[in-house]
Each structure stands twice: as C-alpha cells, then as structure tokens.
C-alpha cells in the first residue's frame, strides 16, 4: 500500500490546484475600473461601433494605393458607399451603402459571442476555437441546405465558409490535442504568412477586462493560437491598450504605458529582443521625423508632415499588406501622429491605404473603448448602427447590453 501513497498524494495536489483554479477570486470589473454600468456599457458600444466606423471608413478602398485613392475618392475625411466586389474577407453584399462593415467587424461580432460564453476571468482557449469552428459549421449547414438551380444563393453561402476555412483547419486539430497536426496546420495558416489574425479580435477581447491591461494581456494571449511569432505579442499589446482605456479617467499615456507590459518575456529573447518594442520607436521615430516639416495637428492632404510620415511608413512595408508587424505600425503611428484623436488616426490610415481597413477597425476599437460611444463622431456612430442592423443583421448595441450585463453580473 506504501508504494501507492506517493502517487494519492500527487492526485490530492493536482486536485488542490484545479480547484483553485475554479474558485478564482472574482474581479469585480466596475470596481477595478472605476466605472459604472452606464459608463461601461458606454465604452463597450464605444469599441463595438468605433472598430465598426473604422472598418467602413477603409472598406471601399481596402488594399488599394493611396495614390489610387486619392484618384478615385480624393482625400477621404467620412463615410462613403463600398461599389466593389464581394469577397469572404471583404462584404459579402454587394454595392453597400456608407456604414458598411466587413469581417473585421464581424470578427468583433464573433469575439463578443464567444465572451458570453465565459465565465469568470479565465479565457478557455478550446471554446475560442469551438466557437470559431461552429461558426463556420453552421455556415457549412446553411451551404448544404441550398436546393435551387440558382447559382446566387450558392455564391452567398460559399463567402461565409470560406471567411473561417482557413481558421477551421487551425481550430480541428487543436480542439482534438493533435500537437504534430496543429503546428501542421498552423505553419500553413494563409500560405505560413504572419498575417493579422489576434489583431483582428484584439479589441473585443481587450474590453473584457477594463481597467486591467496586465489580465487583458495574460488572458487573451491564449487567443492568439492562431498567430505565428511575436504577432502574438502584437494581439495582446492591442487587447492591453484597449484594457488601459476603459479604466476610469484613463489618458493618452496609460495607453502607451500598456505597450511596455512583458507577462511573456518577449524582451528575454536573445539575439533578436522583442520586435513589438522595435515597432513602437519606429512609430515614434517616424512621428519625431515628421513633424520636423509641420505640425502634426494639420491633416490635410498635402501636409508636408503627414506625406513625409506616409514616405517613412513605405520603407517598412512588408510583402503582405495584412501582415501583423506592418497593421501594429501603422496603427500605432496613426495614433501618435492624431495625437490619439478619433477621427484623425482613422483619416490617417485609410488614406494611407494597404490593409487600411483592418487598421482603422483595429484603432476605431481601441480609442472607441477609450472615448466611448458619446463621445464618437454623431453621423459616423448612428449609420454604422443603422446599416449594420437593417442591411447586415448585426444589432451592435444589443451585443453590447448583453455583454455589460455578462461583465457585472456575480
């Protein structure tokens, strides 16, 4: 019996710890943040519908040249109709009206879902990919239940399962615990680029935890499974940031204090340190340069600050427009530059084109969790709210209500 006791007693101790692990102290998310239900529910919306702004604003010139922009729309400064193609990353009706979103606001949407599902403070990476899975599942079954001779409807449905294919394939083995099939999979996730995925959902998760960007970081670096390299890093910085701007009273500067958190230990990384950090002197170096030729608060078309910042932002591309490292930044650069104004970083990034609306839907979250929903551009807030409702079925002020309330309740 002797020889047993060893092995009850390590069981009794994995026991202990899993049951810590569930009787986790609960973060009372008002108190941490200083804020009250109104005031929250007023920054959730405010990300929800900034990230949304910010994705219309770029959608009906995503990926083109600034000078083609300028060409077609001229110095975009608002809102403008999407007269372009469909795609599964893009719309998915054709010719939307202004307000219009894409996947960048649908994956806000998804991530937002997959929050109601969670209880506590602890993020269960396995739900994240379940949740993306049966998403795309769904989709699968609407494809299957088509009977027509109708190519249209097939057309449609094939948008929808080919938006999540890619992350499917990631999401399968994962849930599964097939180590050699995930890093598979992973390593051929769009062709092994390191695109943009955590960016893409980085604010929504962010929000979870106001106040708190060390939890939001720790918490959501779990959900960038999908990521390669230091974009994981990335993804968590941008839910970090959005984190530190829903704390009561938050500045400019607690935002950037958050790109400075470390929970990983990217700094430790020998020979090559933490490109994240990198990034962000680029984005300070670049903003240092630029307003050597003007001040930063003239954003007009042929302010000598902002094409000399444009000038030094096209000696750090990189061969994919969306790739993770060139999305964080611009963004960051944006912000600095507009002084972390709402409406000029978004005026910034799309007119800088590339991926400029998965960068605008990136930094609409994170200053529309900051700012609020109040404080967001009137015409811009109330027909990104009215579109996305009418025309694409995401009601964002009621994901909004539902996850306030998921948030505070004990």
Known sequence: MKKYIPVILFLGLFACNQSSVEREEHIDKLQQSGLSEEELYDKVLGMLVGSAIGDAMGAPTEMWSRENIALEYGYVTDLDSMIREVSPEGIWIANLPAGGTTDDTRWKVLATDYLLTQSGNRLNSKDFASQILKTYEKSLEKLKAIDSNNPQPYESALLEVNWLSEWAKVSQPFLDDNLPAFADSLSKFYGGEMVCAGLLYAPAIGMYFPGNPEKAYSEG???TLYDLGYARDISSLAMAMTAAGMKKDAKKED????LRLDPEKYFESRLVGRTSHKILKDALWINE??????????????SPALLHAFQLLDQKQQDMPFHAGEIYLQSLTAMVYADFDF?????FLVNYGRDNDTTAALVGGILGSWYGFEQLPEKEKWQVLKVNKEILGIDLEEKAKLLTAHMIKK
Do not use: G, H, P
């Open 221 to 223: 670096y779990k959900l």
């Open 255 to 258: 935002l950037l204090a958050a």
């Open 289 to 302: 340069e630029s307003k050597k030729l003007d001040s930063l608060e003239s954003m007009t078309s042929n």
């Open 343 to 347: 409406k000029n970083s978004l005026i």
